[in-house]
C-alpha cells in the first residue's frame, strides 16, 4: 500500500511563509508526478502546484511567483515553499501522488491533508 505523510501546516500572518513537506512510503514501482492540492469551504479542490519525474513543473495562477515546487529525498517526497502568504490562500492542502505501484498499475493516491491558515 502507498501512504503519504504531509507535515508543515500551520497558523501564519499574511505576507509570511511557510513550508509543506510530503513523503511517499510503500510499495511504490515508480512515481510519474507528484502534487499539491487545496480546497477551501465551499470550494472545488484545485491544483496548486505540480511536478513530474521529468523537472517540469505547473503552477496555478494564483500562486505563480509565490509558492515552489521541489522533489526530494530521492523523488519520492515533495515540498512546497509558501512566500508572500495571503489569506485566500487559507485551505486544507492535499498531497497527491501518481504512479505505478506495478510495472503495468498506476493510480492516483492522496494524502489526509493538512490546514494552512493565513491570518493576522
Known amino acids: 500500500q502507498v501512504q503519504l505523510a504531509e507535515s508543515g501546516g500551520g497558523l501564519v500572518q499574511p505576507g509570511g511563509s511557510l513550508s509543506l513537506s510530503c513523503v511517499a512510503s510503500g510499495s511504490i514501482f515508480h512515481i510519474v508526478a507528484m502534487a499539491w492540492y487545496r480546497q477551501a469551504p465551499g470550494k472545488e479542490r484545485e491544483l496548486v502546484a505540480s511536478?513530474?519525474?521529468?523537472?517540469?513543473?505547473e503552477y496555478a495562477d494564483s500562486v505563480k511567483g509565490r509558492f515552489t515546487i521541489s522533489r526530494i529525498n530521492g523523488g519520492n517526497a515533495i515540498d512546497l515553499q509558501m512566500n508572500s502568504l495571503v489569506p485566500e490562500d487559507t485551505a486544507v492542502y492535499y498531497c497527491?501522488?501518481?504512479?505505478?505501484?506495478?510495472?503495468?498499475?498506476?493510480?492516483?493516491?492522496w494524502g489526509q491533508g493538512t490546514q494552512v491558515t493565513v491570518s493576522s
Open positions: 497527491n501522488m501518481r504512479g505505478y505501484v506495478t510495472s503495468t498499475k498506476w493510480d492516483d493516491y
Open positions: 511536478r513530474t519525474s521529468g523537472g517540469n513543473s
